[in-house]
């Protein structure tokens, strides 16, 4: 199992909409989690945190479930920039060696 | 320099041929991360380092692979005897310094290998 999954897409939603997905992970004892953004031929950028109380940037909308091991990303009212891959990232926080492990992505398609 | 800083570009090399791929992170920043990705797949972590200190190499391949950052600045990712399979983007990241806890890194337009 890999230790960071995702539904790899893609998902193409009209402009306005609203969408959301999830991620996975396998190790019980990361311990920070978050998003990033990559847009086509480019390098990943942080988008946001996630927080175990949840925690939201303007349209973006981030949770986490530690009892079922899943982070999620909602984009409300979805724009044409919000067209970009979404990777979720975990922090496998090993023997005090800290490494952040990157899913495969989620490729997301905003339509006029 | 205002980001992190990778070179070449791109390679082209012939199969058993070796490379090195150079990162030069943001002036400061403690912590140097190399990353490889596949097109249509996620960075996969490769090597790690603090200052100097290789911290965690679980991710390199195989022992053709290696790194170094021998100041604590500039750091070079070397592949020996490269095969066709070493083909990738090599993405280099850098932080501030426990980034894994900030989540922020910082990463170079990558060196796009491809072996021949």
């Known amino acids: 199992r890999k230790e960071v999954e995702q539904d790899p897409g893609p998902f193409n939603v009209p402009e306005g909409a609203t969408v959301a997905f999830n991620c996975t992970y396998s190790?019980?004892?990361?311990?920070?989690f978050f998003w990033y953004r990559q847009d086509c031929r480019k390098e990943p950028k942080l988008l946001m945190s996630?927080?175990?109380s949840g925690n939201e940037d303007g349209r973006f909308t981030a949770q986490l479930n530690r009892a079922s091991q899943y982070i999620s990303l909602l984009i409300r009212d979805s724009k044409l920039s919000d067209s970009a891959t979404y990777l979720c990232?975990?922090?496998?926080?090993?023997?005090?060696?800290?490494?952040?492990?990157f899913g495969t992505g989620t490729r997301l398609t905003i339509i006029p | 320099g205002a980001g992190v800083s990778q070179s070449p570009r791109y390679k082209v090399t012939k199969r058993g041929q070796d490379v090195a791929l150079r990162c030069d992170p943001i002036?400061?920043?403690?912590?140097l991360y190399w990353y490889r990705q596949a097109l249509g797949q996620g960075p996969e972590f490769l090597t790690y380092?603090?200052?100097?200190?290789?911290?965690?190499k679980s991710g390199l391949p195989n022992d053709r692979f290696s790194a170094e950052r021998p100041e604590g600045s500039i750091s070079t990712l070397t592949i020996q005897r490269t095969e066709q399979r070493d083909s990738a983007m090599y993405r280099c990241?850098?932080?501030?310094?426990?980034?894994?806890?900030?989540?922020?890194?910082?990463f170079g337009e990558g060196s796009r290998l491809t072996v021949l």
């Open positions: 996630v927080y175990s």
């Open positions: 990241a850098s932080s501030l310094g426990g980034g894994a806890n900030t989540g922020e890194l910082f």
């Open positions: 990232v975990v922090n496998a926080y090993n023997f005090g060696n800290e490494k952040l492990t």
């Open positions: 002036s400061g920043h403690v912590s």
């Open positions: 380092f603090n200052y100097e200190a290789q911290q965690d």
């Open positions: 190790n019980s004892a990361s311990q920070s």
